[in-house]
């Protein structure tokens, strides 16, 4: 009996020791924050514009579908001399509480990472517990990082999510602009021998046309729609230049971050006469020192389908195979080249040789790294090798150019 009582009674005190939701905040109450926008405007201040989403108009997913008829996010806007302030200062104006476990998506005007730099701004991000380290960083290139965040896109509900799919695709099928989240900007900022990267993104058309509505429904040529545009390269936490194209395509070889891209190459005085799609590759950096100096090899092994001939061209053939090889090996050679003679005339290591080498030769690093992109950086030896190989050439061999040009 005494046995029962006392378990009774230590229910009734571990009842009372158990909190439930103390901290519970219910969704009327917040302001889901989908992604946020720095600028900074002509009196100094720091520019914050908040995209929250509008679940009531997003019946449908944020990827189409039914949904409301108003517009599927609210923005809103603050100044602050911190971005802490900024986010404080947001609460005359919105009559619910930030909430930013869902924000994916950090954009920095082009003018502040180039005046400014982003080093001091990233700290108030990092250090909330709530925003996550996992959002993608871009920069806002030629616009504002405000009229980015305005953009009612036409093919998905809401402007970060396009951003953040459109940087995904161009990475996955062209290899030119890699993503980057927060954690990582961080890391290569504070990382010795390393400038962090930051893809671009741009809008097209008229911004007042942007905002609308209308910009999402009517023609199927939207007046006003964003583009991947670009890489930013950074250095000493400034925006110093960008790279586009082939260019930007070198780095993505050379930091082993390509999954697939095309390469065309030149047949018999035919320009892009052959496309060569790669389906994977492999980079390996390795650093030594020669006669005393630094020196950087690079190898670069590529796996590829034949995409397109507009030659006639005999796949059968095992000379030609390899002088489609041969072909692709110089072009991915000189995009690597070009990239690299880029970045040592910025004078800025966007490659990490300079942490290669502080991974392989700590104490050698220590004598280099004082002067690394300014003296060292800008002289370094890099030797690229290239394998390319054809895998498959698709669902057939000889092209019907070929019969065309028998028959002619």
């Known amino acids: 009996m005494k046995r029962k009582w006392f378990l009774l009674f230590l229910i009734l005190i571990s009842t009372s020791l ?49 949904g409301g008829q108003g517009p599927p996010i609210t923005v809103y806007s603050s100044t ?29 005007s082009e003018d502040l990472a180039k005046k400014d730099g982003i080093t001091n701004i990233l700290d108030a991000f990092e250090r909330d517990f709530e925003f996550r380290t996992t959002a993608m960083v871009v920069i806002a290139h030629r616009s504002k990082a405000e009229d980015i965040i305005k953009t009612l896109p036409p093919l998905d509900k809401v402007s970060a999510v396009n951003v953040i799919k459109t940087l995904k695709n161009t990475e996955r ?65 400034k925006l110093v230049d960008w790279l586009h194209g082939k ?55 590529a796996e590829g389908d034949i995409g397109e001939v507009r030659v006639p061209v005999n796949l059968n053939d095992p000379h ?30 966007i490659f990490g040789f300079g942490e290669a080498f502080h991974r392989s030769d700590p104490k050698e690093w220590n004598k280099l790294k004082a002067d690394w992109n300014d003296v060292t950086f800008p002289k370094l030896e890099v030797d690229v090798t290239v394998d390319a190989f054809v895998r498959r050439s698709g669902l057939r061999n000889k092209s019907y150019l070929s019969e065309l040009k028998n028959n002619r």
């Not at 010795?192 to 007042?208: A, N, V």
């Not at 390509?258 to 006469?273: C, D, G, P, R």
């Open 18 to 66: 158990i909190s439930g939701c103390w901290n519970a905040r219910e969704i009327p109450d917040l302001a889901i924050v989908s992604a946020f926008g720095i600028d900074k405007n002509e009196a100094g201040k720091y520019v914050g514009t908040f995209q929250i989403i509008n679940p009531g108009n997003l019946a449908g997913g944020l990827q189409g579908g039914g």
């Open 80 to 108: 602050g001399d911190n971005i802490y302030e900024v986010t404080r200062r947001l609460s005359t104006k919105s009559s619910r509480t930030l909430y930013y476990a869902h924000t994916n998506l950090l954009i920095i």
């Open 173 to 237: 099928l062209l290899g030119e602009e890699p993503t980057v989240n927060l954690q990582e900007v961080i890391h290569y900022l504070v990382s010795p021998g390393k400038e962090p990267l930051i893809s671009g993104i741009s809008l097209k058309g008229e911004k007042q046309d942007a905002k609308k509505v209308a910009n999402t429904q009517g023609s199927s040529t939207p007046k006003a729609k964003l583009e991947a545009d670009g890489i930013a390269v950074m250095k000493d936490g």
């Open 247 to 301: 260019t930007a395509r070198g780095t993505g070889w050379v930091l082993n971050r390509i999954k697939s891209t095309i390469v065309n190459i030149n047949w018999e005085k035919e320009k892009a006469a052959i496309e060569y799609t790669v389906v994977r590759q492999k980079t390996k950096v390795t650093t030594h020192t020669k006669k005393g100096q630094p020196k950087i090899s690079i190898h670069i092994r």
């Open 320 to 349: 030609v195979l390899r002088k489609i090889e041969i072909e692709v090996n110089k072009k991915i050679k000189k995009d690597v080249h070009d990239a690299i003679h880029r970045a040592q005339e910025n004078k800025t290591d």
